[in-house]
């Protein structure tokens, strides 16, 4: 799947958070692409300013914050409206996760996993919606996952959780911005070719039975981002479009 180029974002003020590699800057470099001014997140600035550029475009902007603490999420957007006088879109795809039993989780790892996922994502949206509602108008994308629709097989019972909450929570976002202009969307990818998937071998891979017969690529989730974001979805609201090569049709 590639965006359409009359996906235009010319002139628009976009955050990915979590962009330094994967979705999040596949996101970023699609945005740009369509004439966006684009904030990239990591938690390291020089990390951040490295792949600014390398991305090579003059309307990248390189920010740093650590999402461990909710409120730095917040406090980003708030830096991105300083900075440029405006918020049009918010891509939430910070967020982590490892693969681990039940069995295995404790409080504190599952107060983490819920802090940067879900927590950050609600600090963000909130901080986000209150410029969009102002203005009338803006769009916030929420990188939930296909964990978020099923037990989380492939991933521990916190990060299914965390984004079960992502999507709940842009519903609930949906409903109460769509009167100020503001749309809220989730995209819930499947397997993608990212450092979360590199350990998977080929028998694992086969094992998945994606319909498709492979793993997607950070550019085809992105270009679903990039519609939301866009004019082009501009009656879409409250839903959650799977890019996971027909895998949830399994249920």
Not at 128 to 138: H, I, L, P, S
Not at 157 to 182: C, P, Q
Not at 218 to 241: D, H, K, M, N, R
């Amino acid at each position: 799947m590639t965006a359409s180029l009359s996906a235009t974002l010319e002139g628009q003020v976009i955050l990915v958070t979590g962009s330094t590699r994967g979705i999040g800057r596949a996101t970023v470099e699609a945005a740009a692409a369509r004439g966006a001014t684009v904030a990239v997140h990591g938690r390291e600035l020089a990390q951040v300013e490295a792949v600014c550029g390398e991305i090579g475009s003059e309307s990248v902007l390189p920010l740093a914050a650590d999402f461990d603490d909710p409120a730095n999420a917040a406090a980003l957007v708030e830096q991105v409206v300083e900075r440029c006088g405006r918020i049009d879109g918010l891509v939430n795809n910070a967020g982590g996760g490892r693969p681990v039993a039940f069995r295995g989780l404790d409080l504190d790892s599952w107060r983490a996993t819920q802090r940067v996922n879900l927590e950050s994502t609600f600090a963000a949206s909130r901080a986000a919606y209150k410029v969009m509602r102002k203005a009338k108008g803006g769009s916030i994308v929420n990188m939930a996952s296909l964990a978020a629709h099923g037990p989380g097989a492939w991933m521990g019972a916190d990060y299914a959780a965390s984004k079960a909450g992502m999507v709940s929570l842009t519903r609930s976002l949906a409903l109460e911005a769509a009167r100020f202009g503001v749309r809220c969307n989730a995209v819930s990818p499947g397997f993608i070719e990212t450092d979360m998937t590199t350990e998977l071998s080929e028998d694992q891979r086969q094992r998945l039975r994606v319909p498709l017969g492979r793993l997607g690529t950070p550019a085809e989730v992105a270009a679903c981002a990039v519609f939301l974001l866009s004019s082009e979805s501009s009656y879409v609201t409250g839903q959650v479009i799977h890019v996971n090569g027909g895998l949830s049709m399994y249920g």
